[in-house]
């Protein structure tokens, strides 16, 4: 398996279709580097391709989920703007942007689902992050901010595109325009996790129950749960239910199908292929 600056990939227990991926610079709060930027897509692409892996478990190494962007790739990315040409430089700009973009993103276009276990810290780019995964826990302790506007930057990487479904829109606005710090108890009150936890202890354990249940379901079901949940909500209802009518015309008649049946009548667990 490849080997990363920023990242860890673990699978915890022997034949589980769990991998763990781990934001892996502790002594930096695991702050997203320029090397995090081009590693994480990859991480996830090798995830996804790997038909072992059913469901990914995304969390940080040591105190910190994740402090946000490193200051020293804010930094370069100002001193890049190299060019005597306004519109140039910023056209270099924007290009760099969307490549930042591009790798938190790269949850979504992971075909299967990416679990957060947050704690600590978890501000700024790692809200960006948490809000593009499937589902969201976290500790009571953890703590949050939209910290961008204190930065003097319009948050660019997700965070106001993904956060207003979550929450809702009014308090989107009010977290992002104030950048105020949240905790993990309000985050579940606000809706941005599911559930929050007394302890990491705890979270680490309803989480690995919670990540094996799913990986023990059919994978073509799970995938295309996921699939069709992100492209319906940039749809209307009707454009939504003609999608998945398409979808399930190629995917709904399967060995899984059988399987999961024959299951039911059996009074068994089903056992389903890796996809």
Known sequence: MEKFKTLEILQKTPNSRVFHLYLNRPSHRNALSRDFFSEFPKALASLDQNPNVNVIVLSGVG???CAGIDLGTLGSISENSDSDDRGRAGEKLRRHIKYLQDAVTAIELCRKPVIASIHGACIGGGIDIVTACDIRYCTD?????VKEVDLAITADLGTLQRLPAIVGYGNAMELALTGRR???S????????????????E???AVRLIAEDIASKSPL??????AVLLRSRDMSVEQGLDYVATWNSAML?????TEAISAYTQ???PVYAKL
């Open 63 to 65: 105190n910190h989920f």
């Open 141 to 145: 302790d953890a703590f949050f901010s």
């Open 182 to 184: 949240f905790s993990g």
């Open 186 to 201: 309000e985050a579940k009150q606000l809706g941005l996790v599911s559930r929050s936890f007394g302890s990491k202890e």
């Open 203 to 205: 979270m680490d354990e």
């Open 221 to 226: 079901a799970v995938t295309g749960t996921k």
């Open 253 to 257: 008649l399967s060995d899984d199908l």
């Open 267 to 269: 009074k068994r667990k």
